[in-house]
């Protein structure tokens, strides 16, 4: 890693609380679909896109592969590695579910709004800078914080936040 200083607020999410809090999500979207399709932003919106598929009973699910974020921090220059299948983008874009697993300053999800303009787009965490581009999400973090998601952590302990026991 370099020398990248890291955030200080820190967010750990296990993985049962990322199972409860996309199965929140769902919950949140299952009286807006029914929808056809989710276009699912990888690699983060992978695991919340699959929980949310089973939860609402949506077999189609795409993938738009975008790289954002690098050495803990993100990029200025977005990459689309791979694009929307244009059998999922000719559907009905008002039966289209976009779902990642957070909006942080929002560039990412500005990309596939541009694409996708009238889909409905939902991550399970947003950040106020990104917040604006999400219709639905179901926790907001600060600006300042640093989210560790389940796959980013191995388990180890972890120091008191008031300091040393």
């Not at 929140?24 to 932003?41: D, M, N, Q, T, Y």
């Not at 919340?48 to 220059?77: H, M």
């Not at 697993?101 to 939902?122: C, I, N």
Request: with cysteine.
């Amino acid at each position: 890693m370099s020398d990248q200083k890291l955030p200080e607020k820190a967010f750990p999410v296990s993985w049962d609380q990322f199972h409860r809090d996309c199965r929140a999500l769902a919950w949140r979207l299952s009286g807006l679909g029914p929808f056809e399709a989710i276009v699912c932003i990888t690699r983060g919106g992978l695991v919340p896109s699959a929980i949310v598929a089973r939860e609402l009973g949506v077999r189609v699910i795409d993938t738009i592969c975008i790289v954002s974020y690098g050495e803990f921090k993100q990029l200025e220059n977005l990459t689309v590695l791979k694009d929307v299948a244009d059998s999922v983008v000719n559907l009905e874009r008002k039966k289209l579910l976009v779902v990642d697993d957070l909006v942080d300053t929002g560039k990412t999800a500005q990309l596939v709004r541009q694409k996708l303009p009238d889909a409905h787009f939902a991550t399970v965490y947003a950040k106020p800078s990104g917040r604006p581009q999400v219709d639905t999400f179901v926790t907001e973090v600060s600006q300042d914080t640093w989210i560790y998601f389940p796959w980013d952590l191995g388990y180890s302990f972890q120091p008191p936040i008031r300091g040393p026991i």
